[in-house]
């Protein structure tokens, strides 16, 4: 028999003293040495006469569920291999007892050295692994994980009701960190109207998920609103398409650009596994990035983008990541930093999913093309190998030119502004202030505003805790003489240029021309153990800025990686490789399809989890665990 624990049943809520309500909140149990929990509510219910001998002192019994008629040994053997390869919830713990709808057979089968128990029914569940109680009662099995790289703010799960609400998931494991329950991969299959069924996703705390709490990156926010009654659009949109929201996902406070460790006090960054486990995540989807490249189990993170959010850590941690074109879906129910810049961005290791759960958020707002533009525009891309980092660059280069036959040139986008607008402020000096501006004038009305005047009624006129670098940035954009007016008439005027010339549409490949620039070179280190000066507002003007100011599309995809000398382990490590795509705005769709065909073509692949992207492996703190 497997070694199985119980360690959890029900839990206890009190709706007043007098009239005490038990109510089951599912159960966590351990088979061997891995940690379950079991949804409240059972999937089905069989007779158990036929398997009595199962049931000792345990709660439950660990089975498998495999569909044929007439199993036979060999139909179990193979079923059992195919399980343990394609899902990481199967053990063979579970083949201690095996069902099989409809089936004559009440033999024993002898299943990798493991005497199975055979048990029939007219239950119909999908394959795969499950709990099996005495009253007949079976319940799904989800692996617990613990979520060591501190990319969770809260593990949830669907609470089963019919109203679309989640609730906190009630169960922890060793890890010091939130326990994150995933579902067997088996349950579920992709259909057309489930395009996302059993796809894994982490929601950036940023965005409402009705029936829990939204923290916005700040622990007084948390506490001080209730779970929130709507869920944000592109989140539903996940849903809908049968994805598994996992849980919330760590973010920098309201958004905000911090560097860990000096910025991050009310929480902290969550930890980037690359390399020597201690280089900074890049902000404010830092959670998302982080648990992407960490995880093999998370399939996706849903981030936000308004001045790189989620193109840095997707940059630095070796990663897919995009921001489109600003408004392909709204953005109800979701913290604003500006909603002039913000937009809905998901990070990812595989492409193919990466692209399918960009179809379902965005919906009809992008279509899949695969006519491309034969004109490359780089900029200020490396011409020397000297480097590693260089050296993959070049190549990379060379073969996306290649497979497009196209013709490359550098691209000095100051130079090209003076150009053609020769009596024009300054590109640097027109955009200076731009981004600042916007986010700090338009955040501070929407929510820094309100979130004072709620907190000080509710604390007789305090005022919360806010982190050093969003109340910063605040102060600044009251203090200064420039307006939100001509920040939008400065970027208005830049997208107006950028537009109708480098990244122009065009009809037969939608846009005229890609932009590429470097994303992460591999060299650039951002140790989080440095004490750093007191921050600063976002000033000025470079490559990332371009898709803010523009509306366009700006995507990530990893290529590789550079050794560098860590300061950490005393050791050479790897850092991620990374370059930015992008096309003129609406052509999402083209640069999907683009990245989908260099996959197919060998020239990008699917990044691992771990220490490293290309080899995979344990973080290094974890060696040896």
Known sequence: MAIFQSLGAAALLYSNIATAAVTST???VELGDISYFLPPKSVATIDVTQCKQLFGTESFVPITVVQCAECHESDIASAAAKYSQEDDVFQDGFLEAIYTQGSTNSESYQIRNVS???ITGEAKLAPGPYFLNALGQIYEAWRLYADTTGAFTESCIASGKDDGSYSVLPAGVVGQKSAIAVPSRLYHQATEEKPLAGVRIGIKDIYDIKGLRTSNGNRAWYWLYPPAENTATPVQRLIEAGAIIVGKMITSQFANGEVATADWVDYHEAFNPRGDGYQDTSSSSSGGGAGTAAYEWLDVALGSDTGGS???????????????????VSLEH????????????????DPLIWKKTAEVMYKGNITISTSYPTKISTVSWPTAP?????????EFLNNVTSFLNATTSPFNISTAWSTDNPTATPLEQLLNITYTTLITQEQVPLVRDPFYVDYAAAHSGRRPFVNP????????????????????ANKTAFMSWINSTVLAPVDSTCSDSLLMYVGSDGNSTNYRNLYRPQPRPPFGFGKGSISGMSDAPDFVVPIGEAPYNSTITGHVEYLPVTVDFMAAKGCDGMLYGLIADLYAHGLLKTAKSGQSGITGGDVLFKRGV
């Open 334 to 349: 979701t913290m604003p930093l500006s909603p002039t810049l913000d937009t809905a961005g998901l990070i990812a290791k």
């Open 469 to 488: 670098v969003p109340l910063l940035r605040w102060a600044w954009g009251e203090s200064t003489t420039a307006t939100l007016p001509e920040a939008h």
């Open 116 to 118: 199975a128990t055979a």
């Open 26 to 28: 599912g159960f966590t």
């Open 386 to 394: 000297n480097t590693v980092g260089n050296t993959l660059l070049i």
């Open 310 to 328: 989620v193109r840095g850590p997707a940059q630095v941690q070796g990663l897919y990541g995009n921001r489109p074109s600003h408004g392909l």
